[in-house]
């Protein structure tokens, strides 16, 4: 049995951590490079259905804040935009489509923002 030497196991140690650190960097990078394209794209969906006073309006909010979820450890300045999504959802749920709409336009805008 063929048994390592020490420089060929730090080789090894090192080259594992090189590899778990660049994919670990090119995933945070495709994450940032998509930004916040599918949530936008499911509140902006939301708006003519809070408009109208429908409340499936809320399933689609409810998409775009799981989507979020995985982004927020990235992402810490896309919290106030998921809250609002939730503050949006309540609103539905209590039947105030007109701060729903206004949450759902506040995360929009923050989202917007850090898209740029």
């Known amino acids: 049995m063929k048994s390592f030497t020490t420089q060929q196991f730090v080789f090894v140690i ?11 960097a090119k995933t945070n990078v495709f994450a940032q490079q998509n930004g916040f ?17 429908d409340k499936n309006a ?10 979020m979820e995985d982004k927020l450890k990235d ?3 896309a919290v106030n ?7 949006a959802i309540k609103m539905v749920n209590e039947g105030n489509f007109q ?11 923050s989202l917007n923002e850090l898209n740029k």
């Open 37 to 53: 394209t599918e949530e936008l794209k499911f509140l902006n969906q939301a708006i003519p259905a809070l408009e109208n006073q």
């Open 99 to 109: 701060a729903a709409l206004e949450h759902t336009n506040e995360a929009i805008k």
């Open 81 to 87: 935009a998921e809250k609002r999504i939730e503050a």
């Open 58 to 67: 809320k399933k689609t909010l409810f998409d775009a804040e799981e989507i």
């Open 14 to 24: 090192i080259t594992v951590i090189g590899l778990s650190i660049f994919t670990m």
């Open 75 to 77: 992402n810490p300045g």
